[in-house]
């Protein structure tokens, strides 16, 4: 069997090392090169053609989201699994977005660090629980705020509209209210449906009156 090569890109010597012992204790796994950011981990692929980069996103010249980006377009074959003291919900979204298989803080330990280089060399995306369960209630967070940060791209009619809808007033009756016709008053609703990301006037209603409650 072949064994998994391994290129390490870190500007810190010392994690590059503890990163290097992990992996020589293996049997299956052995590191190719290292480099000390993005632009030199390129020139080594080039050359080298590993079969996994372990990755840092915070380096001089050219960081690890930069790099991801290049690596998947150049060398779509050879994967990246993330190892940073960054482990935020957006970085975290960034770097897989980008192309990244894997990712894992630096509080991991050796045996989830070669693990997690056998999965993303087999083809098998991999994040840690933590970093999941982050990752999901991030994304959650941020469609269930969208309607809300939208609001403030509707304009005042639109607004208005919005705001009367809330108040449990009928199509007709907005429309008497604000002296323009049904046919108007549902243009606006179609409109306040797209800027906001709704599917229906009930969703519209509901939101609005959550949002006079708040």
Same mark, same amino acid.
């Given at each position: 069997?072949?064994?998994?090569? =391994? $290129?390490?890109?870190?500007?810190?010597?010392?994690?590059?090392?503890?990163?290097?012992?992990? =992996?020589?204790?293996?049997?299956?796994?052995? $590191?190719?090169?290292?480099?000390? +950011?993005?632009?030199?981990?390129?020139?080594?692929?080039?050359?080298?053609?590993?079969?996994?980069?372990?990755?840092?996103?915070?380096?001089?010249?050219?960081?690890?989201?930069?790099?991801?980006?290049? =690596?998947?377009?150049?060398?779509?074959?050879?994967?990246?699994?993330?190892?940073?003291?960054?482990?935020?919900?957006?970085?975290?979204?960034?770097?897989?977005?980008?192309?990244?298989?894997?990712?894992?803080?630096?509080?991991?330990?050796?045996?989830?660090?070669?693990?997690?280089?056998?999965?993303?060399?087999?083809?098998?995306?991999?994040?840690?629980?933590?970093?999941? $369960?982050?990752?999901?209630?991030? $994304?959650?967070?941020?469609?269930?705020?969208?309607?809300?940060?939208?609001?403030?791209?509707?304009?005042?009619?639109?607004?208005?509209?919005?705001?009367?809808?809330?108040?449990?007033?009928? +199509?007709?009756? =907005?429309?008497?209210?604000?002296?323009?016709?049904?046919?108007?008053?549902?243009?606006?609703?179609?409109?306040?449906? +797209?800027?906001?990301?709704? !599917?229906?006037?009930?969703?519209?209603?509901?939101?609005?009156?959550?949002?006079?409650? !708040?």
């Amino acid at each position: 069997m072949e064994k998994i090569k =391994i $290129v390490i890109v870190d500007d810190h010597p010392m994690m590059r090392m503890a990163v290097r012992f992990a =992996i020589e204790a293996e049997n299956d796994m052995y $590191v190719c090169g290292e480099a000390v +950011n993005g632009e030199r981990a390129l020139a080594l692929i080039e050359t080298i053609q590993p079969d996994v980069v372990v990755m840092d996103l915070l380096m001089p010249k050219m960081d690890g989201l930069q790099a991801i980006e290049r =690596i998947r377009t150049k060398h779509p074959l050879v994967r990246v699994l993330v190892l940073s003291g960054e482990g935020t919900q957006e970085k975290v979204l960034k770097a897989v977005q980008l192309g990244a298989q894997g990712y894992l803080t630096k509080e991991a330990d050796r045996l989830e660090i070669v693990h997690a280089i056998r999965m993303v060399a087999s083809g098998t995306p991999y994040l840690p629980t933590e970093i999941t $369960v982050k990752l999901i209630n991030g $994304v959650q967070a941020n469609a269930n705020d969208a309607p809300a940060r939208a609001f403030d791209s509707l304009s005042s009619r639109e607004q208005e509209i919005l705001d009367l809808m809330g108040q449990g007033f009928s +199509n007709a009756r =907005i429309g008497d209210k604000l002296a323009i016709s049904d046919a108007t008053v549902r243009v606006h609703l179609r409109n306040i449906l +797209n800027k906001l990301g709704l !599917e229906d006037r009930e969703q519209a209603v509901v939101f609005s009156a959550r949002r006079q409650k !708040e």
